[in-house]
């Protein structure tokens, strides 16, 4: 065999998954562009903000081409982790410098960064079920074992109890995703704090150091009064990755950094060890956006705009009679399943000219995703279709 066992077994997984891609384009087939509702995949369709081609534009006039385009210290350039730094420490209260900061070419590669450094094989990392299905590739290809976990029943909370449970000896980290894809929940301090709590003590039980992950590339698209709790300020043994490809709507950029805390255990050689899969998986920060973003680290996207697609969606569908989670971050609408095969509801759907993603890709069975970062125009438009397929599956 050329393929590798582990490479064949993610081919297969991701079937279900990769077909549903390309929905849009089947529904185009059969009904014409004019009449698709592709709430599918969760590609930005707000525009950056101006100052992000104010910038572009201002680097390519002012720098030369060495400067544009040479490779980059492996952490980042100090002057752009320096500006994130400052911004972060006034945002959340902390005592972060350009040390606490390092680089990386977006949040998958700062993922993978991560479980590079901190996995041996037969490592064990928790993860909350559902979750952004590519975790279980990042962990396995790491040498690691994907250990899901349920959040509470309806309202997929952190279930502590449950995440105490599955700790054993084997534990290296719990992954968490807040605001969630796909739910859009929000963890609350007060239930950080409790996951905290319950680490300190399993790890002083069994004589294990756990890291805490959280994968934040949603951290901006918070709505109401709702708040991001910045978990190294909770728990010590805290790498946070984030992106800009939400905040600033730059998914195609690849930017993003990882920060450790002063407090973590072993910091200095953890961060060395993050430095060390950056240099040798080759996932530096590009050098023109990595200037980008440190012009524009006060900018953000037009966040109004998701919000007020999410609050349509939301409370359209809730009126129809449908099940949803009330989305507090993110832009995605977690919908529970006509039928019990949220597989087969996805193909009722596309009957109805819609196109989501089945829970099941999520490991959360039963539900949909529903994606509302697209036109208003597109909302309005698919609710008779919400309607009319609500009536006919459940009369």
Same mark, same amino acid.
């Given at each position: 065999?050329?393929?590798?066992?582990?490479?064949? @077994?993610?081919?297969?997984?991701?079937?279900?998954?990769?077909?549903?891609?390309?929905?849009?384009?089947?529904?185009?087939?059969?009904?014409?562009?004019? %009449?698709?509702?592709?709430?599918?995949?969760?590609?930005?369709?707000?525009?950056?903000?101006?100052?992000?081609?104010?910038?572009?534009?201002?680097?390519?006039?002012?720098?030369?081409?060495?400067?544009?385009?040479?490779?980059?210290?492996?952490?980042?350039?100090? /002057?752009?982790?320096?500006?994130?730094?400052?911004? %972060?420490?006034?945002? /959340?209260?902390?005592?972060?410098?350009?040390?606490?900061?390092?680089?990386?070419?977006?949040?998958?590669?700062?993922? @993978?960064?991560?479980?590079?450094?901190?996995?041996?094989? +037969?490592?064990?990392?928790?993860?909350?079920?559902?979750?952004?299905? =590519?975790?279980?590739?990042?962990?396995?290809?790491?040498?690691?074992?994907?250990? =899901?976990?349920?959040?509470?029943?309806?309202?997929?909370?952190?279930?502590?109890? =449950?995440?105490?449970?599955?700790?054993?000896?084997?534990?290296?980290?719990?992954?968490?995703?807040?605001?969630?894809?796909?739910?859009?929940?929000?963890?609350?301090?007060?239930?950080?704090?409790?996951?905290?709590?319950?680490?300190?003590?399993?790890?002083?039980?069994?004589?294990?150091?756990?890291?805490?992950?959280?994968?934040?590339?949603?951290?901006?698209?918070?709505?109401?009064? =709702?708040?991001?709790?910045?978990?190294?300020?909770?728990?010590?043994?805290?790498?946070?990755?984030?992106?800009?490809?939400?905040?600033?709507?730059?998914? +195609?950029?690849?930017?993003? &950094?990882?920060?450790?805390?002063?407090?973590?255990?072993?910091?200095?050689?953890?961060?060395?060890?993050?430095?060390?899969?950056?240099?040798?998986?080759?996932?530096?920060?590009?050098?023109?956006?990595?200037?980008?973003?440190?012009?524009?680290?006060?900018?953000?996207?037009?966040?109004?705009?998701?919000?007020?697609?999410?609050?349509?969606?939301?409370?359209?569908?809730?009126?129809?009679?449908?099940?949803?989670?009330?989305?507090?971050?993110?832009? &995605?609408?977690?919908?529970?399943?006509?039928?019990?095969?949220?597989?087969?509801?996805?193909?009722?759907?596309?009957?109805?000219?819609?196109?989501?993603?089945?829970?099941?890709?999520?490991?959360?069975?039963? &539900?949909?995703?529903?994606?509302?970062?697209?036109?208003?125009?597109?909302?309005?438009?698919?609710?008779?279709?919400?309607?009319?397929?609500?009536?006919?599956?459940?009369?």
């Amino acid at each position: 065999m050329i393929v590798s066992n582990r490479m064949r @077994n993610s081919i297969e997984r991701g079937k279900p998954m990769a077909a549903l891609f390309t929905a849009k384009d089947r529904l185009t087939q059969r009904f014409g562009p004019d %009449d698709v509702y592709d709430f599918s995949i969760g590609n930005p369709n707000v525009p950056a903000p101006a100052t992000v081609k104010e910038s572009i534009l201002k680097q390519a006039q002012e720098l030369s081409e060495l400067e544009l385009h040479s490779y980059t210290p492996v952490e980042g350039y100090p /002057f752009v982790r320096k500006a994130i730094a400052e911004h %972060d420490r006034e945002k /959340f209260g902390v005592d972060l410098t350009e040390k606490n900061i390092l680089m990386v070419a977006g949040a998958a590669a700062g993922l @993978n960064v991560v479980m590079t450094t901190l996995l041996d094989e +037969g490592d064990e990392v928790i993860v909350l079920k559902p979750y952004f299905a =590519e975790y279980a590739v990042y962990v396995e290809h790491a040498g690691g074992v994907l250990i =899901e976990v349920p959040t509470q029943e309806g309202t997929f909370r952190i279930d502590v109890k =449950e995440i105490e449970k599955a700790i054993t000896r084997k534990t290296k980290a719990v992954l968490i995703n807040t605001p969630n894809n796909p739910t859009g929940v929000i963890y609350s301090e007060d239930e950080l704090k409790e996951l905290a709590d319950m680490l300190y003590k399993k790890c002083n039980d069994l004589g294990i150091d756990i890291v805490l992950i959280s994968d934040e590339p949603y951290r901006d698209l918070a709505y109401g009064d =709702e708040k991001v709790p910045f978990l190294p300020k909770i728990y010590d043994n805290t790498l946070v990755v984030y992106s800009f490809s939400k905040s600033l709507s730059l998914p +195609g950029e690849r930017i993003g &950094y990882i920060t450790i805390s002063d407090s973590m255990q072993e910091r200095d050689l953890v961060k060395a060890g993050l430095a060390t899969a950056i240099r040798s998986l080759f996932v530096n920060a590009p050098s023109l956006i990595q200037r980008v973003v440190a012009d524009c680290i006060n900018d953000e996207c037009d966040v109004a705009y998701y919000k007020r697609n999410g609050e349509t969606l939301y409370e359209e569908l809730t009126k129809i009679g449908y099940e949803c989670v009330k989305p507090a971050g993110a832009f &995605y609408l977690w919908v529970k399943a006509l039928v019990d095969d949220d597989f087969e509801f996805a193909k009722i759907a596309e009957d109805h000219h819609i196109a989501v993603l089945p829970g099941s890709a999520f490991a959360g069975p039963g &539900y949909v995703r529903l994606s509302f970062c697209v036109a208003y125009e597109t909302i309005v438009g698919a609710i008779p279709h919400f309607r009319e397929m609500y009536e006919d599956v459940c009369g």
